[in-house]
């Protein structure tokens, strides 16, 4: 029993552990995910074909799959911590999130999951904050809460924090980089109970996950992805919020940033973003100016992508057009189109050869259908 991408349908709870287990298997991210049940029609089939495929692609061993029992015993230890996984396309799914081209598949959610369908506003910055920045950081979750936004962030020190700390009785969420069961930093365990009560936490990282530093970026682009627009508050020229920003460029959200003292630091990032086109605010009303036209014209689907036919067990391709395929890639990144044109192959032997390299741990996806060899 599998279950492709279908809009405002639940999974059942044997179709969700399918969900999970492909997931949680070994070089599957949300993109390669996507491919999987679009190219087999379903999870069941993908998690029966990624030995073959990982074989194929040249790994060095047998692909690492999770096993039932594995995802059973993560949804049931989940649910004792009160978090429920939402899949992709489920009706309790953010509309925002599932936008973005690399949404996850599955987010593990607790708390108060409706504080997910309010317009939400992302408000991030320095781990070392000013004092000045606490203050306005703290001021803009207040008021903006206040107009019924609900609040995102990443449950850092500093202005992350301030914001979550203002906006706990009108609403905020927070976007965890590790497991439920992982919170950092550890301090702020008692102010994500205190969030929960009008709020929510989400996870896409599996329970036990300590974050690392490069998880950072990965949640980053789910505080950008849930939200209509991302205020800076400050953030030194190589800061992860800057990283947050450029995200939701990317995603075509909407960015903002706070000015600061040109001889301070931590305003080198956000006086930056302003000189790059980013909304400059120093209250409320400037977010909400942008943001309301933004409202009115409601929540636009994502684009409409043609339904791929679950491609046949039995195609695989051919010894030749594999070498084509492979000697066209490179470490520098090259889309998907080109490599049908220039292999002179047809897109699904292409997606097929592309998802044995990425089983194996030999492809790297980006954004915009772009991939490389690693």
Known sequence: MGAALSDGVRLSEEQRLDWLRLIRSENIGPRTFRELINHFGGAR????????????????????????????????????????????????YPGRLQMIDDAPPLIAVRGKSNVLDRPLVAIVGSRNASAAGVKIAQMLARELGEAGFGIVSGLARGIDAAAHRASLTTGTVAVLAGGHDRIYPPEHADLLEQMLVDGAAISEMPLGWEPRAHDFPRRNRLISGLSLGVVIVEAARRSGSLITARLAGEQGREVFAVPGNPLDP???GTNGLIKQGATLVTSAADVIAVLE????????PPPAREPEAPVPAETEPAADERARIIALLGPTPVSIDDLVRLSQTSPAIVRTVLLELEIAGRLERHGGALVSLL
């Open 45 to 92: 089939a993908a998690l029966a074909a990624l030995p073959g495929l990982a074989r194929r692609g040249g790994a060095a061993g047998p692909a690492r799959i999770c096993t039932r029992e594995e995802a059973a015993t993560e949804l049931e230890a989940a649910r004792a911590l009160g978090a429920e996984f939402i899949a992709l396309r489920e009706p309790d």
């Open 266 to 268: 931590r305003a080198e």
């Open 293 to 300: 036209p933004i409202l009115g014209r409601g929540l636009e």
